[in-house]
């Protein structure tokens, strides 16, 4: 509600204007009620944002009211129906705006540019109510995948927008591995429109670019100079044990990690949660880095609608001023001005940034983050240059202190209020990189990082938490890593297999549960670098893998899914053994809250670990 509905009210005096031509008498009383609703519309937005929602509620009671008392005095003018049409979608009740605006086109007449132009909001309102239906079946994961799927199937047939084609990609990959191709085209086309979108957004704003780039590699890419190539391309592999039900399968897999390089951007910007780095020169580029399609540009940059608009390339957007651009809203009005940003950007002359896609999560910031924290540390010339590093949860503060990093060297980017928009702007920036790890010719690996870094984050961290060279004395260690109160992946029979667990290696392993609420990162670092086996379901706590000593023993409970391979490379980059053994759960997959394990998979567990602690 609130600033969804100031700003959409723009969209009512353009239908007005439209509706006022075509009618050939008004009356003053009805004019005024006309006007009362968008004056109670905007009451609305007011006291929502002043966080009033019995005022907000009594103000919305009074747009109704007007509206029912213009349309019984005339029942044929299509003004008020067209007020109330866009104020109802803007407070989305979307439901209803589709009706209201059904019973504008059953009195519009033969003006056919008029009947056009409602047809077109009846439709941005059956849009909006698919989507409330789909998330409805949704249910944050937690609901009918299936049925979502075909709400999101019937948005697509009314406008095939990218947010939706992501938001496709994004449900079609729970389905398995069969249906990827069909969500990296889905990705892929969302991405396209974006960048369209994005490439004439610039021009409006003066940028003089004649095309657009997305780069997974900034190789080569124009404001880039490589300063240096830390490793090389490489390939290597992995012996995956994967236990479905009674069988087990024992395959190589391999993987082809890219170069890892050193990269200088100059005018470069970082814009959006994700800080996407753009540079706009006579080409303008969006960085999608190791992400690839998997990245959701739409909420991290400002861009026209461009998709929506016949022979978008055409237009001279240059001669456009920004106030009349028809500007993209990834918030839907939730945001004022298309969710700009409202303050100037940040601008730092020189700076690195270690910033990515979901940098303030664990597994992302530890994989990708802290291992570029690690490279960069290997460059002596960048030792005084401020480091971008995401604002937010402990683990970070923790983590940096243990690599000795100077607070005051730190620059807080707030990637968890950041706008869809430039958010800092760098004179020089530099940032080590790598591309997408190929699955094949058309699809990519989600989120991996080549065992060059990865080794070197482990040898830093080691050396920092003070490791000791070998495992501690007395009996193995077993971790178990718990999702008890996760929101997702939980393991619904946790408790038989930690009671199995500890009857059948009562004299020969110490089971310890990990919970990372109680310990340091320090404390962290030396109990995975203790532990013999490591055992949890898919998830971020296995993230911590990565101070394992190789040779450890990494049992995940997981899925057979080309997007939860994190850990099967860890395993195969970090010389660990690695067993996977499948876990059962619903239709939704690694979305699904709860996951269970077959009584022979808890017997293949059981095995496994006794020879692992040996």
């Avoid at 969209?11 to 006309?34: E, F, K, P």
């Avoid at 009211?65 to 044929?76: G, H, K, N, T």
């Avoid at 892929?188 to 997974?216: D, I, P």
């Avoid at 001669?319 to 001005?337: I, K, N, S």
Wanted: charged content about 20%.
């Amino acid at each position: 509600l609130g600033t969804m509905m100031v700003a959409c009210l723009s969209r009512v005096v353009v239908v007005a204007g439209l509706i006022a031509t075509a009618v050939l008498a008004q009356h003053t009383t009805y004019d005024q009620l006309c006007d009362g609703i968008v004056d109670a519309a905007k009451q609305a937005a007011k006291y929502q944002n002043q966080k009033q929602p019995i005022l907000a509620q009594q103000a919305i009671k009074t747009a109704r009211q007007r509206y029912e008392r213009a349309i019984a005095l005339e029942p044929l003018e299509l003004q008020a129906y067209a007020n109330m049409g866009v104020f109802l979608s803007n407070i989305q009740q979307f439901e209803e705006s589709v009706s209201v605006w059904q019973l504008a086109l059953d009195r519009v007449g033969d003006d056919q540019r008029l009947k056009a132009t409602l047809v077109g909001k009846q439709q941005e309102a059956k849009y909006g109510h698919l989507g409330q239906l789909r998330d409805t079946a949704y249910n944050e994961g937690k609901g009918n995948l299936t049925q979502a799927l075909e709400y999101l199937e019937l948005q697509l047939e009314l406008k095939p927008s990218p947010d939706t084609l992501h938001q496709k990609g994004t449900l079609t990959l729970m389905l398995g591995n069969a249906h990827h191709g069909t969500a990296a085209t889905a990705f892929n086309a969302a991405q396209r429109q974006y960048l369209l979108g994005w490439f004439h957004g610039r021009q409006v704003m003066g940028k003089t670019c004649s095309r657009a780039e997305l780069r997974e590699d900034l190789d080569q890419a124009e404001g880039v100079a490589t300063v240096a190539t830390m490793h090389a391309a490489e390939q290597y592999a992995g012996e995956v044990a994967t236990v479905q039900e009674a069988e087990m399968v024992e395959v190589m897999v391999k993987y082809s990690a890219p170069a890892v390089r050193l990269f200088k951007v100059s005018d470069a910007q970082l814009s959006g949660p994700d800080a996407v780095v753009s540079h706009c020169g006579r080409v303008c580029w969006l960085r999608t880095a190791v992400q690839g399609y998997y990245l959701d540009l739409g909420r991290n940059v400002q861009m026209l609608r461009s998709w929506e608009i016949p022979n978008a390339n055409k237009i001279a957007w240059k001669q456009v001023g920004p106030p009349q651009a028809p500007w993209y809203d990834y918030h839907t009005g939730r945001l004022p001005q298309h969710g700009r940003n409202p303050n100037k950007p940040h601008h730092v002359p020189t700076a690195i940034t270690v910033l990515g896609m979901a940098s303030r999560s664990y597994y992302h910031f530890v994989t990708e983050s802290l291992v570029k924290l690690v490279l960069i540390q290997s460059q002596p010339e960048l030792k005084e240059v401020p480091v971008l590093v995401p604002s937010g949860p402990d683990f970070i503060r923790q983590y940096t202190e243990l690599l000795h990093l100077e607070q005051h060297q730190l620059v807080q980017y707030e990637q968890a209020t950041a706008a869809a928009d430039t958010m800092a702007t760098v004179d020089e920036l530099f940032l080590v990189d790598w591309a997408p790890f190929p699955l094949d010719a058309k699809r990519v690996h989600h989120s991996l990082t080549p065992r060059h870094g990865l080794k070197a984050a482990r040898a830093a961290l080691w050396s920092a938490a003070q490791v000791a060279a070998s495992h501690a004395s007395g009996l193995p260690l077993v971790l178990v890593a718990s999702r008890e109160t996760s929101r997702m992946r939980q393991l619904v029979n946790e408790s038989v297999l930690l009671d199995r667990l500890r009857e059948r290696l009562a004299s020969i392993a110490k089971i310890e549960i990990f919970e990372s609420s109680k310990l340091t990162i320090k404390q962290t670092i030396q109990r995975f670098s203790d532990a013999k086996v490591v055992l949890g379901v898919h998830g971020g706590a296995l993230t911590n893998t990565l101070f394992c000593r190789p040779g450890t023993l990494l049992l995940e409970l997981g899925f057979d899914l080309d997007i939860t391979r994190h850990y099967q490379h860890m395993a195969a980059a970090l010389d660990l053994q690695y067993t996977q053994v499948l876990v059962q759960p619903d239709q939704r997959g690694v979305g699904a809250p709860t996951v269970s394990l077959s009584e022979s998979a808890m017997n293949h567990i059981l095995e496994r670990v006794a020879t692992g602690v040996v």
